[in-house]
């Protein structure tokens, strides 16, 4: 059974791969991350996602002889752009805190889509698999010194569009539709055993 190998530092991403059942390395990946602003959010999301799984398996460098599965996803928060109505802004992760602060604001009464793209890579023949899930967000609003208090907490870093659901953020949260909860965490569960599976599947825990 081929060796399974997590390209992602995310300890969200691990905790819901372990939960799965699966038996996986942890070998981060580090890209640029950065995206034209008018991107689709779905095609950026799984541009990345199959940088950061090609990424990893070039710094394994086990080639033809190895047999490991690379998994590596990306997560873009994407709300309608304010200041150009129809248009789309993609938010990925603050760089500070008045970053934070922004999105939050932003995202203070909305309806926002969370995609995840995904990417499995075979190392021994370079086979790949992407796909993607979107789940759309509708936030309540959230009053100013909420915000702040979020900010000091510290939790919006290293997460895409400044919150975490699975932390205090799930309070400002009111809709899930149309993808899973899994997925605004950060990794589609059901999606990535697909396109692992079509590679021929990872190990699992007995």
Request: hydrophobic letters at 45%; aromatic letters at 4%; glycine letters at 10%.
């Amino acid at each position: 059974m081929a060796r399974l190998v997590l390209a992602s530092a995310s300890p969200r991403r691990r905790e819901l791969l372990a939960a799965a059942g699966l038996v996986f390395e942890v070998a981060p990946a580090d890209v640029d991350e950065s995206l034209p602003p008018r991107t689709d959010p779905a095609e950026g999301a799984v541009r990345l996602a199959r940088s950061k799984a090609l990424a990893a398996a070039a710094r394994l460098g086990g080639g033809a002889a190895a047999d490991e599965l690379v998994l590596a996803a990306d997560t873009i928060v994407a709300i309608e752009d304010p200041a150009e109505p129809g248009a789309t802004r993609l938010l990925g992760k603050p760089a500070d805190a008045g970053e934070a602060r922004a999105m939050l604001r932003l995202l203070s009464r909305s309806r926002h889509a969370v995609v995840t793209g995904v990417a499995a890579l075979r190392t021994r023949d370079g086979a790949l698999e992407t796909g993607f899930e979107r789940t759309w967000v509708t936030m309540r609003a959230i009053a100013p010194e909420e915000v702040e208090a979020y900010v000091r907490s510290g939790e919006w870093e290293g997460k895409a569009g400044g919150y975490a659901i699975q932390e205090t953020a799930d309070r400002f949260v009111t809709k899930l539709e149309e993808g899973g909860l899994d997925n605004v965490v950060g990794l589609p569960v059901g999606l990535a055993l697909e396109l692992l599976g079509r590679l021929g599947g990872p190990a699992r825990t007995p």
